[in-house]
C-alpha cells in the first residue's frame, strides 16, 4: 500500500491561491489515479478532483472546475493541487487518495480508494 502526506495547507485570504502536494512512499504512483477530496467542518468528505496514471484524464468537482487544477509529477511520486480563487466555502482539511488504475476513467468516489493521506487544513477567510 501506499503512504501519503499531505502539505501546503494554511490560512489564506477570499480570492487568494495555494498550492498542496501529496507525497508518495512505499510505492511509485506510476500506475495509480489519485485524487482529492476534502472534509469541511460538520460535513461529509466530498469529491474534489482525481488525475488518472496518465496526467491526461481528469475529473473536477462541479465546486472547484475552473479553479483549481490537479497535476501530477511521477518521478517525484508526488501529486499537487492548485487552487485559486479561494472561497470560504472552500475551507475543509484536504485528503490525498490513490488506487490502482484498473480502467481508463479514474473512480470519483471515495469508497474506492485504497490509500489516504492524513490531511491538511485549508482555511479561506473572508
Known amino acids: 500500500q501506499v503512504q501519503l502526506v499531505e502539505s501546503g495547507g494554511g490560512l489564506v485570504q477570499a480570492g487568494g491561491s495555494l498550492r498542496l502536494s501529496c507525497a508518495a512512499s512505499?510505492?511509485?504512483?506510476?500506475?495509480?489515479?489519485m485524487a482529492w477530496f476534502r472534509q469541511p467542518p460538520g460535513k461529509e468528505r466530498e469529491f474534489v478532483v482525481v488525475i488518472n496514471w496518465s496526467g491526461g484524464l481528469g475529473y473536477y468537482g462541479d465546486s472547484v472546475k475552473g479553479r483549481f487544477t490537479i497535476s501530477r509529477d511521477n518521478a517525484k511520486n508526488t501529486v499537487y493541487l492548485q487552487m485559486n480563487s479561494l472561497k470560504p466555502e472552500d475551507t475543509a482539511v484536504y485528503y490525498c487518495a490513490a488506487t490502482p488504475s484498473v480502467a481508463l476513467f479514474p473512480p470519483r468516489e471515495a469508497r474506492e480508494y485504497e490509500s489516504w493521506g492524513q490531511g491538511t487544513q485549508v482555511t479561506v477567510s473572508s
Open positions: 512505499g510505492r511509485t504512483i506510476s500506475g495509480y489515479s
